[in-house]
């Protein structure tokens, strides 16, 4: 079993996140915008499906790892925060 864990966005990502996956979320965090109002940043969660890594931040951005071993990043339309 493999737990997941959750830091914030333009932080360095726990040693749980696997390499493999750090680039992705580098670019997605380079492609946020910042506000300027002084919101909070938004926070990555790391779970696990299928023993396969899945990173998502609150703003429906995933960075995901197929079957293949490829990274994919995708966006989530039911995200809670879109």
Request: aromatic share 6%.
């Amino acid at each position: 079993m493999q737990l997941g864990t959750r830091w914030t966005a333009r932080e360095q990502p726990p040693k749980a996140v696997p390499e493999a996956l750090h680039a992705q979320i580098a670019a997605v965090e380079a492609a946020l915008n910042p506000d300027g109002l002084s919101a909070p940043a938004p926070r990555w969660t790391l779970t696990f499906l299928e023993g396969r890594p899945v990173a998502e931040l609150d703003t429906g951005v995933v960075v995901s790892q197929d079957a293949a071993g490829e990274v994919v990043v995708r966006y989530d339309d039911d995200a809670e925060f879109a």
